[in-house]
């Protein structure tokens, strides 16, 4: 299995900065990779596939980027509603692997 | 617009199955595929298999092979995810994700149901 490492796993950040997760695929994965946002107690949502391309509805505050083994996912300008924590994803092989979660706290 | 309304709480003695659902609705349900991710607590999310909402096509995870089936019923635009032989390993919260037919993109999540294994 393809494993998945975010760095870091946890982040402090203010209102208004930018921050950027990186997540680190075991092996080649070309650009087929995904980011996701989970608030407590709350079903994920989905913000990145293709490693750069936003889902519909997204605001362009989130980007990425990456392609084989690094991949970034960066959030400018940081709300309140921001704060939560991200997951990147894998599908180039089955099974589909996700990082262990990068939490995004409010400092 | 586009929902994902999964099934209601399980509580599961060790040893049971599951079967959850997902009715999908405000689009066409056999252009998308369906896959199937959990999240034990405090654990990060494990994704367990798809199908496809046009086909019988699905894959699932080596991790539960023999114990899951992943299943859709087009006339009632839901699909179904069925776990057997549960441990207490297998509490968790269920979701069911949308990606479109023949590629990942993942967009819209089911709420999530929560499944209980305790004796």
């Known amino acids: 299995d393809i494993q998945m490492t975010q760095s870091p796993s946890s982040l402090s950040a203010s209102v208004g900065d930018r921050v950027t997760i990186t997540c680190r695929a075991s092996?080649?994965?070309?650009?087929?990779l995904a980011w996701f946002q989970q608030k407590p107690g709350k079903a994920p949502k989905s913000l990145i596939y293709a490693a750069s391309s936003l889902q519909s509805g997204v605001p362009s505050k989130f980007s990425g980027s990456g392609s084989g083994t690094d991949f970034t996912l960066t959030i400018s300008s940081l709300q309140p509603e921001d704060f939560a924590t991200y997951y990147c994803q894998q599908y180039n092989s089955y099974p589909y692997t996700f990082g262990q979660g990068t939490k995004l706290e409010i400092k | 617009q586009v929902q994902l309304v999964q099934s209601g709480a399980e509580v599961k003695m060790p040893g049971a199955s599951v079967k959850l659902s997902c009715k999908a609705s405000g689009y066409t349900f056999t252009t998308y595929a369906m896959h199937w991710v959990r999240q034990a607590p405090g654990q990060r999310l494990e994704w367990m298999g798809w199908?496809?909402?046009?086909?019988?096509?699905?894959r699932f995870s080596l991790e539960f092979q023999g114990r899951v089936t992943i299943s859709r019923d087009t006339s009632a635009s839901t699909a179904y995810m069925e776990l057997s032989s549960l441990t207490s390993e297998d509490t968790a919260v269920y979701y069911c994700?949308?990606?479109?037919?023949?590629?990942?993109?993942?967009?819209?999540w089911g709420q999530g149901t929560v499944v209980t294994v305790s004796s």
């Open positions: 994700v949308r990606t479109l037919a023949g590629t990942y993109r993942p967009d819209y």
């Open positions: 092996q080649g994965i070309n650009n087929d």
């Open positions: 199908v496809n909402g046009g086909n019988d096509d699905s």
